[in-house]
């Protein structure tokens, strides 16, 4: 991912920690931001190779009747099953990897000086080598439960159980050179993020 001109910033973080929001501060400076699940939503539509091959290897149940991808359905055959998990990932990440590389060469050319990548398994997917520094998102383990539970109108075991299956928090903040507490409110939040940004970029607006 790394290109020659454009300084490429990883932003990753677990579930329910509040990347979006953060990815929203950068965005609003007008940085462009790169959003790997909405790369992988990309790389399955119909008629891509992508898809063909999930519906090869997992069976056409994990289609929809228009013939589009049943996340849903998907993701409860992987979930808890590491092996298919791993063949849905080598079948996305190289597609992934292709379309990043398209719009990190499209910000490239419209000469900006640094991106986000924002990518929740940046780190466990190996793709903190292809950027060129790493701010990771964390919130306190209760907090990010509660938020997990409303989020997703789901138990407390079950929320456990969706984080107790991602890179332990204390593990991911190992990699950040900048680590973004997320706990308090959006506007504590962002005040952190403006002295961050000033202290990368120095004067300008990136």
């Not at 910033?9 to 953060?22: N, Q, Y």
């Not at 997990?148 to 138990?155: A, F, N, P, S």
Request: aromatic residues 4%; contains cysteine.
């Amino acid at each position: 991912m790394m290109q020659q001109n454009i300084r490429i910033i990883g932003l990753t973080g677990g579930v329910a920690t509040g990347k979006s929001s953060v990815a929203r501060f950068f965005a609003e400076r007008g940085v462009p931001v790169i959003d790997a699940d909405q790369l992988a939503r990309d790389a399955v539509l119909p008629a891509s190779p992508a898809l063909d091959l999930i519906v090869a290897r997992f069976g056409p149940e994990v289609l929809t009747q228009d013939g589009t991808l049943d996340r849903k359905r998907l993701g409860s055959i992987v979930f808890s099953n590491p092996e298919q998990r791993k063949l849905l990932e080598e079948i996305l990440h190289p597609e992934i990897r292709k379309l990043a590389e398209i719009r990190i060469a499209e910000a490239d050319a419209a000469g900006c000086n640094r991106l986000i990548y924002m990518a929740p398994i940046l780190i466990e997917a190996g793709g903190d080598s292809r950027v060129d520094t790493i701010w990771v998102v964390t919130v306190r383990p209760g907090i990010q439960l509660e938020r997990l539970m409303r989020r997703d109108g789901i138990t407390r075991d079950q929320a456990q159980k969706i984080i107790d299956s991602q890179m332990p928090l204390a593990e991911k903040e190992r990699y950040g050179s900048v680590v973004i507490d997320n706990s308090g409110t959006e506007a504590q939040t962002w005040k952190f993020l403006e002295s961050a940004w000033l202290k990368e970029t120095g004067s300008s607006n990136g």
